[in-house]
Nanobody, 123 residues
């Protein structure tokens, strides 16, 4: 059973940066498709970024491409989301997910989820 715990959220000014972490335990993240979703109040959950070491592929939502970077550290069994040039519209609860299926993970049907971490971008 894979367990995911996010950290790194907080309050940041527009234009600032944050790095979110998603630490996994119980199994190796390297065996899964991994990703980040976010949900702002009153809005639907949005896929932000996804990665699969098996498929050797990463992708990003258009709204974050060029500003966010997904990466992973196999030794630490942790996936990261580096967020640069943050904007107020990036404010949301960010959750990491992992799944055996790439397609299911992308579509929000991943097998495992973290509890989420709040990111607030405000002056």
């Amino acid at each position: 059973q894979l367990q995911l715990v996010e950290s790194g959220g907080g309050l940041v000014q527009p234009g600032g940066s944050l790095r979110l972490s998603c630490a996994a335990s119980g199994a190796s993240l390297n065996s899964y498709s991994i990703g980040w979703f976010r949900q702002a109040p009153g809005k639907e959950r949005e896929g932000v970024s996804f990665s699969s070491s098996i498929r050797n592929i990463t992708n990003y939502a258009a709204s974050v491409k060029g500003r966010f970077t997904i990466s992973s550290d196999n030794e630490k069994n942790t996936v990261y989301l580096q967020m640069d040039n943050l904007k107020p519209e990036d404010t949301a609860v960010y959750s990491c997910t992992a799944g055996a299926s790439w397609v299911k993970t992308l579509t929000g049907l991943g097998d495992y989820w973290g509890q989420g971490t709040q990111v607030t971008v405000s002056a």
